[in-house]
């Protein structure tokens, strides 16, 4: 079972941090709308790969702090930080005129979704806060192959998320605005209330 739940986890994550509408979805959107929904497909899948890397990434490196009880304050203090950093992050974000188109995009589309995906400065930071509330508050075992099946998750989620943002890309075209304002705020309150529960905790 806590395979499984790892798993879940580590999907949900990704699942919860690529929800509002940005730079990669509207691409992936805006290829389906131009190219049809298997190369929004493609490109997601290529955006979904890097996800892997970028939450390996952060994995080794809140693993690493973990592992020295010296440094361990310093991780807890570090993943309030993020939590507060992107509670402020998507609060701009949803004060701003949104635009809904992406970026028209020509070439292999798996590699420009590589590329686009591996742009994301905000990925790292987000597992790294992320997966240090989950491992302080006793769901994330950090030892394989709990960490593997939490980045296979994330992997998976991402994928899941665009290809959702794929088979609607008609309907998120024509209420994006309204969808990227009210998913910004939600999780800019969700960020800030997971700020405030790591730092009383």
Same mark, same amino acid.
């Given at each position: 079972m806590a395979y499984v739940f790892h798993l879940f986890l580590g999907l949900i994550s990704a699942f919860l941090g690529l929800l509002a509408p940005g730079m990669l979805n509207m691409t992936a959107v805006r290829t389906t709308i131009e190219q049809g929904k298997r190369a929004g497909v493609v490109f997601s899948a290529g955006a979904s790969v890097v996800v892997f890397i970028q939450a390996s990434i952060a994995l080794v490196f809140a693993n690493y702090l973990s592992q020295n009880p010296n440094v361990f304050n310093h991780l807890k203090i570090a993943a309030i930080i993020v939590f507060f950093i992107l509670a402020l992050f998507f609060f701009i974000q949803a004060r701003k005129t949104f635009n809904a188109e992406g970026k028209s995009k020509k070439g292999n589309l798996f590699f420009i979704g590589m590329l686009m995906s591996a742009i994301n400065m905000l990925a790292i930071p987000f597992y790294?806060?992320?997966?240090?509330?989950?491992?302080?508050? /006793? $769901?994330?075992?950090?030892? $394989?192959?709990? !960490? !593997?099946?939490? !980045? !296979? /998750? #994330? /992997?998976? /989620?991402?994928? #899941?998320?665009?290809?959702?943002?794929?088979?609607? #890309?008609?309907?998120i075209t024509r209420r994006a605005k309204f969808i990227a304002t009210n998913i910004n705020y939600i999780l800019s309150g969700l960020f800030f209330i997971l700020g405030i529960i790591a730092f009383l905790k």
């Open positions: 790294f806060g992320l997966t240090t509330y989950f491992e302080v508050n /006793g $769901q994330l075992i950090m030892e $394989q192959p709990y !960490i !593997i099946l939490f !980045i !296979i /998750g #994330a /992997g998976l /989620g991402s994928f #899941a998320l665009f290809f959702l943002y794929v088979f609607f #890309a008609s309907l």
